[in-house]
């Protein structure tokens, strides 16, 4: 290798590609600091620069547009939610309410922890576009699944269409909930609010399994 090929490479120190990856990481940074406070509709690619610290060519080198790049941070946050409540289900135990009070409390813990997330994930994420709808629906339909998933109908008496349907109109209420939380109309302590959720779910559950 050339000189010249190893300084086109390399720069500080640093490979072109690992470059590339920290200015991503700025962008993204940047963007979830934007979108979680002032609100997608009014950070420009510019105001996402800016912050940054980038210019504006840097942008389209990890990203086509701005919508590009809100799902990028929304899916980078719901992964973290995800791993959270699979970690917390995880070490809660066999018994079901003990799991579903322990993945209820390190959902809430998440999108509370950091008010810019759950604004991102559960306000400026909505009406984007039909792709981004698309996309943020086929998320809430997982996490439905999932859900259900912890509740096995040991009697075999519950279609699991019912049980997903029923634990759809729960995370609803859940993310409206969450949404007000965020919005500052509400702040019912988490601990109170995983109670209240819980008793629901499971008043729910044994109500469809008579239906």
Known sequence: MTDATSGARRYGGREASERQDERRTRLVDAALDLFGTQGYAASSVKHVCDRAGLTQRYFYESFTDREQLLRHVYDQQTDRARAAVSDA?????????????????????????DPRRGRVMLIEIVGVSPELETHRRGVMHEFVRYIAGLVPDEAG?????????????LVGGVTEVLVDHILGYRSTPAPELVEIIAALFWGGYRALGKC
């Open 89 to 113: 289900v995880a070490g809660a135990g066999e018994d079901m309410a003990d799991r579903i009070r322990a993945g209820l409390t390190a959902l809430i813990d998440t999108l509370t922890a």
């Open 157 to 169: 008496t519950l279609p699991p269409h019912r049980l997903e349907t029923g634990v759809m109109v």
